[in-house]
């Protein structure tokens, strides 16, 4: 029988009573009173923010605005999500701290996507100049040519493939609705499903060395 380490049993825990709620940290065995804000998101995203977990999102080197924005989303629910649960807890000066923290940390960029040469072109030009005919703007118009974000517009480059195809789609099908004037609603609308991964893939790759 394969056991897995104590540490990884401890941190998947920790990580589920944060997203229940403080009620379970104060009944049971693990509190996390006394730690940093970003160290409570460290259970999920890790400590300096390069989640090995495909479905928790890469926070390193994401811009402040975007990070500040979506914290206080999911804290008024205009976002909804499991990350809810942790962001009611959250002061303004708590999220602030998070943003800056998270912001200043490095990515680490697993590698270049696995796309077929044709798939890749098609991502990048997508990227670069968008799709006039179909209304679909050059994603580095808003994102960066290089995918590093730009003020409230998030960093793509690096990001997990798995977790930016969910958004997009969570976009595309009006699930996710806490875009600046439906912006990236409006975007996505136009694009397929296969562009869309492809996307998430190329953006998962870029930056890498």
Known sequence: MTHTPAIGIVARIAGMLLLVGPGCAAAGSISTAGQAPHERCGYCHELDGNSRMEGFPRLAGQTFDYLVKQLRDFRTGRRTGTMQATAELLS???????????????????????????????????????????????????????????????????????????????FKQGQRANDMNGVMRSVVSAATAREIHLLARYFAGLGSP
Not at 106 to 113: H, I, K, M
Not at 133 to 153: D, L, Q, T, V
Request: net charge positive; aromatic share 6%.
């Open 92 to 170: 303004d000066a708590d999220i602030d701290t998070v943003a800056r923290y998270f912001n200043a940390q490095s990515v680490r960029v697993s590698g270049p996507a696995s796309l077929a040469e044709q798939d890749r072109r098609t991502a990048e030009r997508l990227h670069r100049y968008g799709d006039h005919a179909r209304g679909i703007p050059a994603c580095g118009s808003c994102h960066g040519m290089k995918g590093e974000g730009r003020g409230g517009n998030p960093r793509l480059a690096g990001q997990h493939a798995v977790y930016l195809e969910s958004q997009l789609h969570s």
